[in-house]
């Protein structure tokens, strides 16, 4: 008897593989690698393009993304023992000689322009005028802070797990940004009269290593070369040349020769000096001054701190803190809010606008990934797990990366193999779940691109662009739920109808699993095939940012596809199909519908239909005359 059809008409549900697979959504894959669920289909996964050269062997520390004060971006890094950062296509040391361990990298805006901070506990504390990238102050001063991660917010460092202090949270000075900690330098003396073209060093430098200037301008008297933010003599003025706000060093070009003696005012700030990396307090403390605080529970340091709706939320091994600063600066609180989860490293938690969410290894035998977010009906905060239906302990987290990007939350972790080799897509809108086969340690966002470091050598990669990993196939292979259409009697499929998107070098392989019997190639659908309507083509782009894509200059061209696959199949009670594409370029699978299915006997499949005469004691089968 015929059932006639049994059709998907989009895909929306993810890999769902803690159940059965007879037990989830019928769009969903029961396992799944290289296709991302997105719009109702389903989508081979763009790939991965190193940003600069392939590296040598190594590790990445950090991946980071600076701006300067125009809003041209500048990225940073730190593959095992140096700091770069991307000139061009070039990536430049800028920092040498540290250890090989993690660091954290923190963007700072103020009236003295932007920077960047870095620090570890292992390094010490480090200070980037972005205008600048390739000059650096090493701040640390064992008087007035200390080595340890940090993040800047509200004007104030806070850093934990210091080389010192595993288990203690500290505080900076309030930035002021005012007189108090920025110094004004009227009329400093550059040149005599009579040149157009003037050099040096700015004498703030020599007052000390930490300081870094800003608002510099230079005059005869008559005319004024104004600097910009970004370090460059503005257009307007009469002249050229660029100031290294870091180092002090000038180079600055008249267009006239000057008539009067040349001087140069300007300010500059030392961030050691009631600022942002200024950890000191006085004997009784003040507003604004720097602060420490315990969170000893348990000994296990301080993995992360995470800033979220106004407070400091501690992760450790087996715990969270909560640590909320009064508007005054002078009464704060510091509770232990949790003693049941927790987390393994430094990249374990992320903040999102729904609340925290962090992988938590509390429990290492049952990894999950959480939320911590305000109860809204009280003051307390609330742990729940995020994408119950996928197996996370499928996988290992003890150097786990958590980044959010655009929908997505994106954890990096391990799949039987000793560095990160999986990017766990968890889309917190659509609550779905795809696996990448990429491997990455750390990774930076610059413009809605997502960028990653890898775990194995010092090379970064644009993630998720081109339609090749690094000039091969991506790694993809997608498999169906158990679909019984609906009852346990056996059937039959006669034929497949496929519907989507393909360019046209791009090949899809089926496969068809009975029984659990294993693969069967049963069709393949190709981009050149006559059911692909190339009348109607659609620009895609060769980047994927976010839930759509961008193309410009580098858009290609893909088509729609509508064929109908026949089979031979034998009876079967569930039946998997697994999707794998095989060639280059873009493809989709939009909808699928198992047509002309015929329905037969209601008894167990051939494979399993043998007597189940066993004796008592279940030594023998199939006993002629069985005990009962």
């Not at 460059?232 to 070009?253: I, K, P």
């Not at 290894?361 to 977010?373: V, Y």
């Not at 039987?416 to 966002?445: F, S, W």
Request: aromatic share 12%; proline share 3%; glycine share 10%.
């Amino acid at each position: 008897m015929a059932i006639s059809k049994k059709e998907i008409k989009a895909f929306v549900s993810g890999t769902h593989n803690l159940l059965n697979d007879e037990l989830i959504p019928v769009d969903a894959a029961s396992k799944s690698i290289g296709w991302l669920t997105k719009d109702g289909k389903l989508e081979l996964m763009y790939g991965r393009q190193a940003q600069g050269a392939e590296g040598t062997s190594g590790k990445s520390y950090a991946e980071h993304t600076a701006y300067k004060t125009d809003g041209t971006s500048v990225r940073f890094r730190k593959v095992s023992t140096v700091i770069q950062y991307l000139d061009g296509s070039t990536w430049t040391d800028v920092i040498t000689g540290l250890t090989e361990s993690d660091m954290t990298f923190s963007n700072y805006a103020s009236l003295a322009g932007n920077f960047v901070y870095i620090g570890s506990p292992d390094d010490g504390l480090f200070k980037i005028v972005t205008a600048n990238p390739g000059s650096y102050a090493d701040v640390y001063d064992s008087a007035k802070n200390f080595k340890g991660y940090f993040f800047i917010n509200k004007g104030r460092s806070i850093m934990w797990n210091t080389a010192t202090d595993k288990t203690g949270l500290y505080g900076s000075y309030i930035d002021a940004q005012d007189s108090d900690v920025y110094t004004a330098v009227a009329s400093e003396a550059i040149g005599s009269t009579g040149a157009t073209n003037y050099t040096g060093t700015l004498a703030f430098k020599a007052g000390g290593s930490t300081r870094s200037c800003f608002g510099v301008l230079f005059t005869d008297g008559t005319t004024t070369l104004t600097v910009d933010f970004t370090g460059n003599v503005t257009a307007a003025s009469a002249g050229s040349g660029t100031v290294n706000f870091m180092t002090g060093a000038y180079d600055v070009t008249f267009d006239a020769t000057t008539v009067g003696s040349v001087t140069a005012a300007y300010q500059w700030e030392d961030s050691n000096a009631l600022g942002v990396t200024d950890f000191s307090k006085s004997a009784t403390r003040a507003a604004g001054q720097g602060f420490v605080v315990r969170q000893d529970k348990g000994g296990d340091a301080i993995e992360v701190v995470i800033p979220f709706e106004g407070s400091y939320f501690s992760m450790k091994g087996n715990s969270v803190y909560q640590f909320t600063l009064d508007i005054l600066d002078v009464n704060p609180t510091n509770d232990l809010i949790r003693t049941d989860v927790g987390v393994d490293s430094l990249r374990a938690a992320v903040a999102t606008g729904s609340g925290i969410v962090f992988m938590n290894t509390g429990n290492p035998s049952d990894p999950q990934l959480n939320i911590l977010k305000r109860n809204p009906l009280g003051d307390n905060f609330d742990v729940s797990p995020m994408f119950p239906h996928f197996r996370f302990e499928d996988y290992t987290y003890d150097d786990v990366m958590i980044i959010n990007w655009d929908k997505f939350v994106v954890v990096a972790c391990k799949e039987k193999t000793a560095e990160n080799n999986r990017l766990l897509m968890c889309d917190v809108h659509e609550n779905t779940v795809d696996v990448a086969p990429y491997g990455i340690r750390t990774a930076t966002q610059d413009n809605g691109l997502l960028y990653g470091g890898d775990p194995l050598s010092k090379t970064s990669y644009e993630l998720f662009t081109g339609f090749d990993d690094m000039g091969v196939i991506v790694p993809n292979s997608w498999k169906s739920a158990g679909a019984t259409h609906g009852t346990t009697r056996l059937k039959r499929t006669k034929n497949f109808v496929f519907k989507g998107s393909i360019a046209p070098d791009q090949v899809i392989q089926v496969y068809a699993e009975v029984e659990g019997g294993g693969n069967q190639l049963v069709g393949i659908i190709l981009g050149s095939g006559d059911y692909v309507d190339y009348s109607a083509s659609y620009a895609i782009g060769t980047t994927f940012i976010g839930q759509d894509t961008m193309g410009g200059g580098s858009d290609v061209q893909v088509y729609e596809f509508l064929m109908k696959l026949k089979v031979r199949l034998p009876k079967y009670r569930k039946r998997n199909l697994t999707f794998v594409a095989t060639g280059l370029g873009y493809c989709s699978i939009q909808q699928l519908t198992d047509f002309d299915i015929w329905r037969y006997e209601d008894k167990l499949p051939k494979k399993y239909r043998t007597k189940q005469n066993v004796s008592l004691d279940g030594a023998t089968t199939d006993e002629d005359t069985p005990t009962y």
